[in-house]
């Protein structure tokens, strides 16, 4: 849940009169995405949420992901549509941040994904890596690779009070990665949203119904994006209560992969870099949540989400040889 | 902001499959009332707000909350309406705790009040005042006067910390609520909504729209409440920064009391009360938010608010004589 910011009447209106929406019928905080503050809007031209972009998204980024939504807008992919000011900007200002209005999306985000709507996740996901074919915005993954090793010298000494052990596991799994091939340019890239977790997609029923939060989307693999996926969509609590403690659901995750496959089969190099891609894809999930959970001051808005449930993944991966112990 | 509790995929589907809305088309968590969960849900038949009660609503009280809204609905007063299930019962269960659905209303709380918004305010309040003439519910204000001497009792000894000299200050605050007959039975009495703040009133523009979350109504003086809205509406912040700096803003005040008197004319003694009144509403608060000031832990999602705000209240309302200085 997250509004960080406060929107004053005075700025709301102001901020309005840019659009041709007409005046605020209704303006409620929502638990929507965890970086940035958002709004509901209704004005009777529609339903929107405004977007107040916080600090961590980097400003400059913005006309990237705004192009984004708007080729997949364009292309008929599900996703929210900036909505353009009478100057045609669909980026501005309000209370001193980068703010955007966006149309409503309809659909909610699964709490505990079933197989069948892995399926249609996985469908989708592809279907927006094809509509993504032809959009020429470029952005480095600025949580890659590259930025690992930087990340974990930062919080490793933490990493053993966790869960004792932790930081030579960690260290086996660098091992694995810096010797997959994974990692290279000679994957299939591309456009990927690359946090495409279930709070982030929504479904009627079971079926997809189109992506949010395109604020980590950037150039890579494409197959990084479905290892992405199956780390969010396809482990779950087994029957202990300890976060160490998650399971792969085979059925979800090969649901998955096929729902992709379905649409963009996967190249033999792309099933051979899965595993890697996954152990990856779950380094950058458990380094990113090591650093806020070390450093988040206790009286925080936003509690930090426990590492070690990306932990657990790390162990699953390291073991895993094979695309086939996935489910593909 | 509150969402305290999750709702499950399956536990939302199968709580809308016992009422006629068909299913959701959206569901989020939503930053409005304190005290409990509440989500904006959306189906084919329009927009409605679910909202679970948190432990601090007794259940007992809720077919009187209840009650109240649909009554005000019948009589045409803009608030949100229960919305049956297929057995004719607005209220139920779900994820263990009971939960209504209400219609959605338009409108928009102010973040700051103009003195347009505060005289239609007043009108509202007292049109409400008038719509709950026929409603036939009872229930004890929990926080009133005879609940304050034990709360303060509970809390006094941390009083002097916030604020040196305060404890004195609130003692004699004691002296002159207890010498007043404003808390006494002769006063108009009926169905008051006892927490009016601008958090809880919508407006369209300048006009108001509605009044939401009813969690604290209750049977007490008329002008009860229109003291609890003086306190909520008519205080600004002057050019300190301080919490304690406080003012009255005369010009909000008395439109607020004209906009009420010009719908439901205040008796004589209900002018006569109305300093004691005022002194008695923000004592209520005062006490309430110490309470909550001295017992939240330090990493609570909802951060208490500062107890010094309506401390302000007190020593300014302690010096106040007349209805007149209010504006009336």
Redesign the interface.
């Known amino acids: 849940?997250a509004?960080y910011t406060?929107?004053?009447?005075e700025a709301?209106s102001s901020f309005l009169a840019e659009y041709d929406l007409g005046?605020?019928?209704?303006?409620?905080?929502?638990?929507?995405g965890v970086e940035n503050s958002n709004y509901?809007l209704?004005t009777r031209k529609g339903r929107y949420i405004l977007t107040l972009f916080e600090k961590r998204v980097n400003a400059a980024d913005l006309p990237y992901f705004i192009g984004l939504k708007q080729h997949l807008s364009a292309q008929g992919f599900p996703c929210p549509q900036p909505v353009m000011g009478r100057d045609g900007e669909a980026l501005r200002t309000l209370e001193g941040r980068p703010a955007v209005i966006v149309t409503?999306l309809?659909?909610?985000s699964?709490?505990?994904p079933n197989a069948r709507q892995c399926r249609s996740l996985g469908e989708g996901l592809a279907r927006m890596h094809l509509a993504l074919g032809g959009f020429d915005g470029r952005r480095e993954n600025a949580l890659g690779p590259a930025s690992w090793r930087r990340m974990w010298e930062g919080c490793a000494g933490n990493a053993d009070a966790l869960q004792p052990g932790l930081s030579n596991e960690v260290d086996a799994c660098f091992v694995r990665i810096n010797a997959a091939r994974a990692f290279s340019d000679h994957l299939p890239r591309g456009t990927i949203h690359a946090d495409l977790f279930p709070d982030n997609a929504f479904f009627?029923?079971d079926t997809f119904t189109g992506a949010i939060d395109f604020y980590f989307a950037c150039t890579d693999a494409l197959a990084y994006d479905l290892a992405v996926c199956l780390n969010s969509w396809a482990f779950e609590e087994g029957n202990a209560t300890d976060a160490s403690r998650l399971e792969y659901n085979f059925s979800k995750g090969s649901a998955l992969i096929a729902g992709y496959q379905s649409v963009r089969p996967l190249e033999a190099a792309e099933l051979e870099a899965l595993p890697a891609l996954c152990l990856g894809s779950a380094m950058r999930f458990f380094l990113t949540r090591l650093a806020d959970w070390t450093s988040t001051p206790?009286?925080?808005?936003v509690?930090p989400k426990n590492p070690l449930e990306y932990a657990a993944r790390l162990a699953f991966h390291r073991k895993m040889e094979t695309a086939e112990g996935y489910g593909a």
């Open positions: 849940m509004v406060q929107v004053s009447d709301l005046e605020a019928l209704a303006f409620k905080g929502i638990a929507e509901y209704e409503f309809e659909g909610l699964p709490k505990r009627l029923g206790a009286g925080a808005l509690r």
